[in-house]
């Protein structure tokens, strides 16, 4: 079997662990063997081929990896704790008055202390969505 074979099958391997892995480092690897690969093909010596594998490795892990990153990760934050909920609808349990001083929402199965984000009270029952939170009092608004 040629050489450039098993460098296509090193390149491929690598692929594949990169499918289980999340940090593009392992295509970088891909990369570089893919450019042995056609090192062999064109006939160099395996020192050549090992030059050229770690040069595109090293390309790759500087210029493409951060474009990945950037690219594919650009929405991956999940939101946590307080500014999970935002956005979150409920139901007013106990009425907001207008003054702040007064008023519960249910979300999820938890009470919490709401006010209102127009100023204007808002009825028991009525649905909600957070628009913001400070602390452990929630802002919201009618749907």
Not at 7 to 28: K, M, N, R
Request: with cysteine.
């Amino acid at each position: 079997m040629d050489i450039w074979i098993y460098w296509v099958i090193a390149a491929l391997i690598l692929f594949i662990i990169e499918l289980f892995t999340s940090g593009f480092a392992v295509i970088c690897l891909s990369i570089g063997a893919g450019g042995g690969a056609i090192a062999a093909a064109a006939g160099t010596s395996i020192e050549m081929q090992l030059l050229v594998f770690a040069i595109l490795s090293m390309v790759a892990l500087i210029g493409v990896r951060p474009i990945l990153k950037r690219t594919l990760y650009k929405h991956a934050e999940v939101a946590t704790n307080q500014n999970a909920m935002v956005g979150k609808r409920g139901t007013v349990c106990a009425d907001i008055d207008s003054e702040g001083e007064s008023g519960r929402v249910m979300i999820e199965g938890v009470d919490w202390r709401a006010v209102s984000a127009t100023g204007e009270p808002i009825a028991s029952g009525t649905k909600v969505v957070v628009t913001a939170i400070d602390s452990v009092v929630l802002t919201v608004k009618t749907l």
